[in-house]
C-alpha cells in the first residue's frame, strides 16, 4: 500500500480523497476521515486569517516518517494526509487524515495518533491575524499543554498504544 501525503496551498475535497483511497477495494472495511477546519474565534478576538508557514522537505519527511509509524503500529490498508499551508481563512479546510483497515478500531486509533502528531510534532508554524482596535494583530502560536498531553499517550511507556 502507498501512503499519500501532500503539502498543498490549495483546498483539497476530503470524500474524493477518501474515495480514491478505496477505489476497487473489498477487503477495506472501515474508512476513518478527519478534517481541521479554521474556526473564526481565537482568544476573545475574531480571527482574520491564519497562516501556516513550513519547510517543504523536512514537513513532507517528517510526516511520511509518522504515516509510516501508524501503518506498523496498525493493519492499515491506506492512509492520506493532506496538510495545507499559506494563509487559511475561518471555515477554510486545513488538514486532510485519511485511514483505512479491515476494522474501524485499527482505523480510529490511526487518525487519532496521526492527528495528535500532526497538532504537536509536525513542523508547521502557525501565525494568527486578529481583528483588533482598527487593524489587525499577527500573533505567533505556541504549543499548548493540553494537545501535547494528547500525543503523550502515543509514547512506548504509554501502554497499550505503545509502538510495537
Same mark, same amino acid.
Given at each position: 500500500?502507498?501512503?499519500?501525503? +501532500?503539502?498543498?496551498?490549495? !483546498?483539497?475535497?476530503?470524500?474524493?480523497?477518501?474515495?480514491?483511497?478505496? +477505489?476497487?477495494?473489498?477487503?477495506?472495511?472501515?474508512?476513518?476521515?478527519?478534517?481541521?477546519?479554521?474556526?473564526?474565534?481565537?482568544?476573545?478576538? !475574531?480571527?482574520?486569517?491564519?497562516?501556516?508557514?513550513?519547510? !517543504?522537505?523536512?514537513?513532507?519527511?517528517?510526516?511520511?516518517?509518522?504515516?509510516?509509524?501508524?501503518? +506498523?503500529?496498525?493493519?492499515?490498508?491506506?492512509?492520506?494526509?493532506?496538510?495545507?499551508?499559506? +494563509?487559511?481563512?475561518?471555515?477554510?479546510?486545513?488538514?486532510?487524515?485519511?485511514?483505512?483497515?479491515?476494522?474501524?478500531?485499527?482505523?480510529?486509533?490511526?487518525?487519532?495518533?496521526?492527528?495528535?502528531?500532526?497538532?504537536?510534532?509536525? !513542523?508547521?508554524?502557525?501565525?494568527?491575524?486578529?481583528?483588533?482596535?482598527?487593524?489587525?494583530?499577527?500573533?505567533?502560536?505556541?504549543?499548548?499543554?493540553?494537545?501535547?498531553?494528547?500525543?503523550?499517550?502515543?509514547?512506548?511507556?504509554?501502554?497499550?498504544?505503545?509502538?510495537?
Amino acid at each position: 500500500m502507498a501512503a499519500t501525503v +501532500r503539502l498543498q496551498r490549495e !483546498p483539497f475535497d476530503a470524500a474524493s480523497e477518501a474515495e480514491k483511497l478505496r +477505489r476497487g477495494r473489498s477487503d477495506i472495511g472501515a474508512v476513518v476521515t478527519f478534517t481541521g477546519i479554521c474556526r473564526g474565534d481565537e482568544a476573545d478576538a !475574531p480571527l482574520v486569517a491564519m497562516t501556516l508557514e513550513h519547510y !517543504p522537505d523536512m514537513a513532507d519527511a517528517e510526516i511520511a516518517r509518522h504515516v509510516a509509524a501508524a501503518e +506498523r503500529r496498525w493493519p492499515l490498508l491506506g492512509v492520506a494526509v493532506i496538510h495545507r499551508y499559506g +494563509r487559511i481563512q475561518p471555515g477554510e479546510d486545513i488538514v486532510l487524515v485519511v485511514t483505512a483497515a479491515a476494522h474501524r478500531q485499527d482505523a480510529f486509533a490511526a487518525a487519532e495518533f496521526l492527528m495528535d502528531y500532526l497538532k504537536t510534532r509536525a !513542523p508547521f508554524w502557525k501565525q494568527i491575524e486578529l481583528a483588533g482596535g482598527g487593524g489587525t494583530d499577527k500573533i505567533w502560536v505556541e504549543a499548548k499543554r493540553s494537545d501535547d498531553a494528547l500525543a503523550d499517550r502515543w509514547a512506548p511507556s504509554s501502554g497499550r498504544r505503545a509502538a510495537e
